[in-house]
């Protein structure tokens, strides 16, 4: 047997998290770093699920009536000083060119609000253009200072944005939430991430937003994730971009509009979640091969049990299957295929064959199972099922396990000091988040949950004014 040196994950998760987030990411061929500081090489295995989302996402837009296109990369610099906030709260990390085009420099797209509403001004004219509902896919590129991190905080990454124009603020508020819960429901069915639906703080929410909406996680190291939102914009942009239309009375308006977004990030919240101490471990849903088939090989009966896993190689055809028949020992391809996530390993031998079936290895629990190969494909489609929906349930329970109902600042103080995201009654203010900010070192409002108790009398934790509802607070990405 060949002697290849392999080097799995040398950390644990519990004991060194962001190292072993780090390695887990390369080591398990998701990314690499790039010459360029803060910028990552997607690699297939992360490609793939980035496609994934992209299908099924793309699904749901089109059943909600939302068309794909595309809008320039490059942005004049007037286009950002029309909304004022907006222009302000993007300043920091706005990559510019420097060579000017006619008279003014050009950005580097950081979102594309500015630019895809120049073209509406032109696009809308009367209440019969509305609404108007547009998605693009996307890079985006914001010239991050803080430390980077592949998936959760590059320089340039990957997202769609969706930006949607209306008669009324009803509409536009009833679909600013409908976006916000595709994408839940595109992180639970899909990525098996559990994720909690709310509003951001005025201090929080989007440079030029009327409000916030956001998903949210509780990472296994208590920090939260901001994962996608959703902005209702009300007039602030049809204002300063002059998109006018006329109503069924004649009389000119304002539109209302909401922008939302996920990106690239989502796959290293999924990493976080799904890892372990041997590797990633992949949502069947978004697994390119879902099952890698080890033939335990051994001189006299080789060819015979190579056979017999090319056979059912060729049976399991629809969930691309990898024949592992390099010349490696099992154990050392055990591993490797643990460290990449496969959901399931298929063994087989000469004892094996002799009683017709073959031993089947769930990458989530490790539960070893004897298959009888006239079953396998059933067996193969309830065990992948059965794999999703076990994947988002122990997540659940971990993130649920992260999180405190706490009521004082003592007690929110503790619960931030040991590593836990904590519910607390609050009041919203911004002077008051900022005082807690400073208090605490550095914890933050993640979100008001739309889920909420119903009769809460507390009174805020720290300004003791009236609380809003119980937020959600945490140390974030
Ligand atoms: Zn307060």
């Excluded at 420099?105 to 009367?126: C, G, Q």
């Excluded at 049990?305 to 390099?326: F, G, M, S």
């Excluded at 990449?340 to 094996?352: A, F, M, S, V």
Aim: net charge positive; proline share 4%.
């Amino acid at each position: 047997m060949s002697k290849e040196t392999q080097e799995g994950i040398t950390v644990k998760k519990e004991e060194n998290f962001s190292e072993w987030y780090t390695q887990i990411i390369q080591k398990a061929d998701l990314a690499d770093y790039s010459k360029v500081k803060g910028c990552m090489v997607i690699k297939p295995n992360a490609y793939f699920i980035w496609e994934q989302i992209q299908d099924y996402f793309n699904k749901r837009l089109k059943l909600l009536k939302v068309r794909n296109a595309y809008f320039p990369l490059f942005i004049p610099e007037s286009f950002f000083q029309k909304e004022a906030e907006h222009a302000q709260g993007f300043k920091p990390e706005v990559a510019w060119i420097e060579k000017e085009e006619e008279g003014e420099r050009l950005a580097v797209r950081p979102t594309s609000e500015t630019v895809i509403y120049d073209s509406y001004s032109k696009w809308i004219r009367s209440h019969r253009d509305l609404p108007l509902r547009i998605n693009q896919w996307a890079n985006i590129v914001r010239w991050e200072t803080k430390a980077t991190r592949l998936f959760i905080r590059t320089r340039e990454f990957l997202w769609q944005e969706g930006h949607c124009v209306y008669e009324t603020e009803e509409e536009c508020d009833k679909e600013a939430v409908q976006f916000l819960n595709e994408y839940k429901k595109l992180c639970e069915d899909l990525l098996a991430i559990p994720v909690i639906t709310g509003k951001k703080s005025e201090k929080e929410k989007f440079a030029g937003a009327y409000y916030t909406l956001s998903i949210e996680s509780i990472m296994p190291d208590g920090r939260a994730l901001q994962m996608g939102t959703s902005h209702n914009l009300a007039q602030n942009f049809s204002k300063s971009f002059n998109i006018k239309f006329l109503d069924q009375s004649g009389k000119e308006k304002l539109p209302w509009q909401n922008s939302w977004g996920i990106s690239t990030r989502l796959i290293g919240a999924l990493a976080m979640f799904h890892g372990d101490d041997k590797g990633l471990v992949l949502p069947p849903k978004v697994a390119f091969s879902k099952i890698v088939i080890i033939p335990i090989l051994f001189k006299e009966t080789e060819e015979k049990v190579l056979k017999k896993a090319k056979e059912i190689e060729n049976k399991l055809k629809k969930y691309n299957p990898i024949l592992d028949d390099r010349n490696y020992s099992p154990g050392w391809k055990f591993n490797e295929w643990e460290l990449k996530g496969t959901p399931i390993r298929l063994e087989i031998g000469p004892k094996e064959i002799d009683k017709k079936q073959v031993v089947l290895v769930r990458r989530d629990n490790n539960k070893k199972e004897f298959v009888k190969i006239s079953s396998i494909t059933k067996k193969i489609e309830e065990s992948l099922e059965d794999m999703q929906k076990n994947m988002l349930e122990k997540a659940r329970k971990e993130m649920q396990s992260k999180v405190v109902k706490v009521s004082s600042f003592a007690e929110f103080q503790k619960a931030i000091k040991g590593k836990k995201a904590v519910l607390v009654p609050w009041c919203g203010l911004r002077k008051c988040e900022e005082e807690i900010r400073e208090k605490s070192d550095g914890a933050k409002s993640i979100n008001m949950p739309f889920d909420q108790p119903k009769d809460l009398k507390e009174k805020c934790f720290n300004c003791n004014d009236m609380s809003l509802g119980l937020w959600y607070f945490a140390k974030s990405y």
